[in-house]
C-alpha cells in the first residue's frame, strides 16, 4: 500500500521520519485491529513500525496489510484459574521476555505501543527496564490482566471510557476511546448487496466475534424460522464454527476480512457481543444494535460493563446470555424495533472523540519529553 504524506503531518513527518515504534498487541483480533489506524496513522507521518506478535496466531494477518516488518515472540496465556498450562505458560513468557530485551536492545526503538493482550506483557515489561517510553491503549472499561500487571511499566494509558482507572498506573491516565479503522465508516451497502446476493428485506448480521460464540451461533439457528420471516439473515460464526445451513435468506462465514464494512453498512440491525471495539464500531456507525454479552462465569465481565454502558445511555439493546432463548431473542429485537427511533436519536446525539489523532499526540509527545 502506498502511502503520500497529506498536509497536516508535512511538519511532524519531516521531525520525526527517523523515528522507529515497536506495536504489540495479540491473542485475538479484538488486540490488533484497534492498533491499525494508530499505526496507519504513523506510517503516513513518516515513522518506521515494527509489530511483535505471537509466532503463529492472527496478528501477522491482520497486520499485513500495512506492509509492517513482523516479528514473532513465544507467549503464554496468564490465567485467572488453575491449570497444569499455567507452568509452561509461564516458561513461555519467560523465553519471549528474552526475546523481547534482545529486539529492543538491538532495535532501540523510541517508543513502544501496547494494545494489550498475553503477548505485550514481555515487550512492555522489557521497554520499562530499557528505559524505553510505553503507551498502551485499554478498549474495554474493565482493564484486562495483561494491562492491569504492565501498569507500572507505563507511561500513558489511554482508555475507551472515562471511568476506566488501572491500580499501580504510575504514568498518565487519558480518556480517547476507541479507535475505529477507517474502512469501517466507509462501507458500501449495495456491494453487499451484490456480493451476498441479499434482496429487499431488512438484513441482521450477527457476529460472536473473531473466535465465534457457540451460545449465539446456537439461538440463531434455532430461532431461524421465526428470524427468516422478516429479516435476512447474515451469520458470521467464528473460525470452524459453521455447519454448513443451506437455507433461503440465511448465509453462515466463518470469519470476515474483505467486505465487513460493506454487512454493516447494509444491516439494519446487528446482534453482537459487547467487546468495546465491536462496540465502538456499532456506535460509531449508529447501528441498531442487540448486544449479547460474553456471561461472567466465562470472563472477568468487561463485556458485560461495555453492554451496560452503552443500554445506559440508551444507545444498545442488551439481553443476557444466560436468557437467551429463541423466544426471548425475537422478543428482544421486536423491543428494539418498537424503539427504534429513541435509540437512534441517542446515537445520533454521541460524540465519537478523534482517538488516533490523541494517541498520535501523546506518542509524539512522549519521544519530545525523552
Same mark, same amino acid.
Given at each position: 500500500m502506498t502511502r503520500t504524506p497529506?498536509?497536516?503531518?508535512?511538519? =511532524?513527518?519531516?521531525? !520525526?521520519? /527517523?523515528?522507529?515504534?515497536?506495536?504489540v498487541g495479540g491473542g485475538s483480533a479484538g488486540h490488533v485491529l484497534p492498533a491499525l489506524p494508530i499505526l496507519d496513522e504513523l506510517l503516513i507521518r513518516g515513522w518506521r513500525v515494527t509489530y511483535v506478535g505471537t509466532r503463529s496466531g492472527l496478528e501477522q494477518r491482520l497486520t499485513a496489510q500495512?506492509?509492517? =516488518?513482523?516479528?514473532? !515472540?513465544? /507467549?503464554?496465556?496468564?490465567?485467572?484459574?488453575?491449570?497444569?498450562?499455567?507452568?509452561?505458560?509461564?516458561?513461555?513468557?519467560a523465553a519471549g521476555f528474552v526475546q523481547a530485551l534482545a529486539m529492543l536492545i538491538a532495535d532501540r526503538p523510541q517508543v513502544v505501543f501496547s494494545k494489550g493482550g498475553f503477548v505485550s506483557l514481555p515487550i512492555v515489561v522489557a521497554a520499562g527496564?530499557?528505559?524505553?517510553?510505553?503507551?498502551?491503549?485499554?478498549?474495554?472499561?474493565?482493564?484486562?490482566l495483561a494491562n492491569r500487571l504492565a501498569a507500572p511499566f507505563l507511561r500513558v494509558l489511554c482508555v475507551s471510557f472515562p471511568e476506566t482507572r488501572i491500580p499501580l498506573m504510575r504514568g498518565k491516565t487519558l480518556y480517547a476511546g476507541t479507535p475505529i479503522r477507517r474502512q469501517v465508516l466507509q462501507g458500501d451497502a449495495q456491494?453487499?448487496?451484490?456480493?451476498?446476493?441479499l434482496d429487499a428485506r431488512p438484513l441482521l448480521l450477527v457476529t460472536g466475534g473473531s473466535l465465534g460464540a457457540a451460545p449465539i451461533n446456537e439461538a440463531i439457528r434455532a430461532a431461524l424460522p421465526q428470524l427468516l420471516s422478516t429479516y435476512q439473515v447474515v451469520h458470521v460464526c467464528g473460525a470452524g464454527k459453521t455447519i454448513g445451513v443451506d437455507q433461503a435468506g440465511y448465509t453462515?462465514?466463518?470469519?470476515?476480512?474483505?467486505?465487513?464494512?460493506d454487512l454493516l453498512a447494509a444491516a439494519a440491525i446487528v446482534i453482537s457481543r459487547a467487546g468495546a471495539n465491536a462496540l465502538f464500531e456499532l456506535l460509531a456507525l449508529a447501528k441498531l444494535n442487540l448486544l449479547i454479552p460474553l456471561s461472567p462465569k466465562a470472563s472477568r465481565s468487561d463485556q458485560v460493563m461495555n453492554a451496560e454502558f452503552a443500554e445506559?445511555?440508551?444507545?444498545?439493546?442488551?439481553?443476557a446470555e444466560s436468557e437467551l432463548d429463541t423466544k426471548r431473542l425475537m422478543a428482544?429485537?421486536?423491543?428494539?424495533?418498537?424503539?427504534?427511533?429513541?435509540?437512534?436519536?441517542?446515537?445520533?446525539?454521541?460524540?465519537?472523540?478523534?482517538?488516533?489523532?490523541?494517541?498520535?499526540?501523546?506518542?509524539?509527545a512522549l519521544i519530545r519529553a525523552d
Open positions: 497529506d498536509n497536516r503531518a508535512e511538519m =511532524t513527518t519531516a521531525a !520525526i521520519k /527517523s523515528q522507529h515504534i515497536f506495536a500495512l506492509g509492517l =516488518t513482523y516479528r514473532g !515472540i513465544f /507467549s503464554g496465556k496468564l490465567r485467572r484459574y488453575w491449570s497444569w498450562r499455567n507452568f509452561t505458560d509461564l516458561a513461555l513468557i527496564l530499557l528505559r524505553i517510553p510505553v503507551i498502551a491503549h485499554e478498549s474495554d472499561l474493565t482493564p484486562g456491494r453487499a448487496l451484490q456480493r451476498w446476493s453462515e462465514l466463518e470469519y470476515i476480512d474483505a467486505g465487513w464494512e445506559g445511555l440508551g444507545m444498545s439493546a442488551v439481553l428482544a429485537l421486536a423491543a428494539l424495533v418498537a424503539q427504534a427511533d429513541t435509540y437512534q436519536a441517542a446515537l445520533r446525539h454521541w460524540q465519537r472523540p478523534d482517538t488516533v489523532a490523541i494517541v498520535v499526540t501523546e506518542i509524539e
